[in-house]
């Protein structure tokens, strides 16, 4: 098992010769489990983290696959570090990454991709939470790319008994899936930190995918993508589980914490607090509705309470379930 951020590892035996080799980089909960997850497949595979020895080129060095799994914050430094490094245009890029970028707005592969318009770059987005997969529990997962060999190359690379890997060609549908339901995961710990019952948390997650959806569509996505393992599926992961640190943070929220005082205990990264404040600067500027998000960033903030956005949300003028549906 891989129990260290602070070195570069091979996780394979040292007869790389005929095997194909992939490179993670980031070595946190994601990072490492991913190349378990390759190493599974019987792959060779390299981790890399920023405080280990190995240089980045080292690392990266006839790799067919280049993973990054690194949190938001850390997207940009490592493209900029990669492309100081020539790696040839067959390399395939995925990017694990469920965050937007506070600058540009713009999702980790559009930044991948605009740095490398050559190369096939590949998004890898699903319900997976890392520490069930350490411990070889059954999960399923999207490898998502414009183009089909590179995510049937992904999903060659990474499936294996106990990890099922799919395809689709719609990447920023299935990045922005895994990326918005963190803002809904902070909502559902909320809500059960509250004990706010089955029906107010089937409510609240039903009507947080059309948010989703109405984002994603506006930025280019299908629809039909928020209804796969990337948007409902992980929306189901993360907002009923106790393992997800967007969820932890809103029932630490809902139990009277600041959010300081959670950020402090938490393991690890919650990029939905982050996303809130991205996604509601879109949703601004598109003039599109996202009342149960626009709830929580006032809650990060601090400028309501749990109490006060549970109110808000139930008090919003009444409205038909479906836009549109009684016009001609
Ligand atoms: N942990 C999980 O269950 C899952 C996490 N993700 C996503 O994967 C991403 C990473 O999450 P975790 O591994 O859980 O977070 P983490 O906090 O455990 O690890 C983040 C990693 O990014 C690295 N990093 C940050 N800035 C960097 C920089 N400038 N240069 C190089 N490395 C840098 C850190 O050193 C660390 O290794 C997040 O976007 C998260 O939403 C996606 C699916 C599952
Ligand atoms: O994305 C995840 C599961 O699919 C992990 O969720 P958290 O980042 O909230 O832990």
Redesign the pocket.
Known sequence: MINTQSQQHNLASNTETSQKITTVIGAG??GSTLATVAERSDHHVRLWSRYGEESLESAIQDAEIILSAVSMKGVQSVIDRVKSIHIPENTIIVTAT?GLDPETTHTPSRMWKEAFPSHPVVVL??????KEIQNNLPAATVMASEDEAAAEAAQEMFACETFRVYINNDPIGTELG?TL??VV?IAAGICDGLKLGTNAKAGLLTRALPEMIRIGTSLGASSETFFGLSGLG?LL??CD?P???????GYGLAQGKTLEEVLNDLE?????VNTTKVLVRLARQEQIPIPISGQVYRLLKGKSTPEQAVQALMARELKAEFDDIFDD
Not at 268 to 272: L, M, P, S, V
């Open positions: 909960a994601w469920k987005s699903g319900p997976n939470l890392a895994g339901k963190n995961a992980d992961a993360t589980s393992l997800s640190r967007n969820y932890q943070v690890g990264t919650a990029e939905g």
